[in-house]
């Protein structure tokens, strides 16, 4: 396809290795980023590399990294796609965004070559995490602006399975569809499934009678926790796998097989993933049991292409191999580097003290939340946790007492737990706030 007088090919696979080809497929989208983009034009001089340094995959590391900060001064400066980008509005055929922390849109341009890419590469999360042609996928996620809205529709069009987009806020129209449609699988985030199953129950509707096949969840850590999984999968009487995206490099580059042992780089063919301390900045091996923050750079991208973009996912390895047959990492995200708190000089992720809450259901309810008297990441001891407990329990001081040990057994920080009445807790039908900062008077 040509674009902007610049052609992307498919390359010619022969017997060459999987490496080398995406080796020669990095070589290319650079050297398009050193012809088409002023802000890798100005990047990569400065930083004294080129097309011509990468001699290996690895010697990639020599390039400098992009933030998120980066790309909104981009866009900025050369409103509304950004001196990154790599073609104008008249090559654009969809424009996605993301939000951030300040409000402001974030924008990410697609042509039809980058749509078509974008489409194999979530087909393919959703392959893996067992979608075929026979089911009915509700899509009870965002559909506007949101890259896991069309682009979703797209990749399960694409595979031939049943795709019905009611999107948030239609929890009513789940229930009608659920109960129309038969067995279906339902795609949301890990907070969404927990919600629609608290307000199915409130109107004495157990879950389990609409004989959902599975729950594909993705969005937010959570369905990767083993007791927050166990929740939903006990509400639902359906198994859970989860994918991983990025709203600017690509929906879900990520997926999970249905020996739930952690998300396969599904998307490896279109997009180059590396691991990094998030303090030093140094690369970080793919071995089991290593963590680090994610970086990806995109291998064919006509558009908004990044080079080395700093994801803020950490992310843990639990293994090398599958029995699956797939190979590489499989991993876990335990959470975002910009949400993390640091107790004591112990790093702490929100998610992982709510897996330690969904431990002790059904005496709570697995609803917390981590209450900051000013924001993060340093917190003065005792970090101070509100939590649901479930209805009718009368040993309070006996729970507060165990969530409290558990905390400091599993996270080795001590916690202040405060216990609150069920439903006091905010629940949200996307992301649900796992922080909140103190209101002052």
């Not at 990749?155 to 239609?170: D, K, L």
Request: charged residues 25%; aromatic residues 4%.
């Amino acid at each position: 396809m040509n674009q902007g007088g610049r052609t992307f090919r498919r390359i010619d696979t022969g017997v060459a290795t999987a490496s080398e080809l995406r080796l020669e497929k990095l070589r290319r989208q650079v050297a398009y980023l050193e012809e088409r983009s002023p802000f890798y034009q100005g990047k990569l001089r400065d930083a004294g590399v080129g097309v011509r340094a990468l001699e290996s995959l690895e010697s990639l590391v020599r390039f400098p990294l992009t933030t998120k900060q980066e790309i909104r001064e981009s866009q900025e400066a050369a409103p509304p796609l950004g001196r990154h980008a790599c073609v104008g509005l008249e090559q654009v055929v969809r424009l996605h965004a993301s939000t951030g922390t300040t409000g402001r849109p974030s924008w990410v341009g697609l042509t039809v070559r980058d749509v078509e890419i974008w489409t194999q590469l979530t087909a393919e999360s959703f392959r893996t995490q067992g979608i075929r042609r026979d089911d009915i996928v509700v899509h009870a996620a965002g559909l506007t602006l949101f890259v896991g809205g069309l682009p979703v529709q797209d990749a399960i069009e694409r595979i031939g399975a049943t795709f019905v987009p009611i999107g948030t806020g239609g929890s009513e129209k789940v229930l009608g569809a659920m109960r129309t449609l038969g067995r279906t699988v339902l795609h949301c985030t890990p907070s969404y499934a927990l919600y629609l199953a608290e307000w199915l129950r409130a109107r004495e509707i157990d879950p389990r009678s609409l004989r959902v096949r599975k729950l594909t969840c993705g969005g937010e850590p959570g369905a990767g926790q083993p007791a927050v999984r166990a929740q939903i999968e006990e509400a639902w009487n359906a198994p859970v796998t989860e994918g991983l995206g990025n709203a600017d490099m690509a929906p879900v580059i990520w997926g999970e097989c249905e020996h739930q042992v952690g998300m396969h780089l599904t998307g490896g063919e279109w997009v180059y993933a590396e691991l990094i301390d998030p303090e030093t900045e140094e690369p970080v091996p793919w071995e089991t049991g290593v963590e680090g923050e994610l970086v990806y750079t995109a291998l064919e991208r006509e558009c908004c292409g990044l080079l080395r973009f700093r994801t803020r996912d950490r992310l843990r390895v639990v293994g090398m191999d599958c029995v699956c047959g797939r190979p590489g990492p499989r991993v876990r995200c335990i959470g975002r580097t910009d949400d993390m708190l640091i107790v004591l000089g112990v790093n702490v992720f929100p998610a992982a003290i709510r897996d330690v809450v969904a431990e002790l259901q059904p005496r709570t309810t697995g609803a917390m939340q981590v209450v900051l008297p000013e924001p993060g990441p340093r917190v003065e001891p005792p970090l101070r946790v509100d939590v649901e407990h479930a209805p009718g329990v009368r040993d309070l001081d006996g729970l507060r007492g165990e969530l409290e040990t558990r905390i400091r057994e599993r996270l080795t920080i001590p916690a202040r737990v405060t216990l609150v009445g069920p439903g006091s807790l905010p629940r949200s039908e996307m992301k649900t706030a796992l922080t909140r900062i103190e209101e002052t008077r």
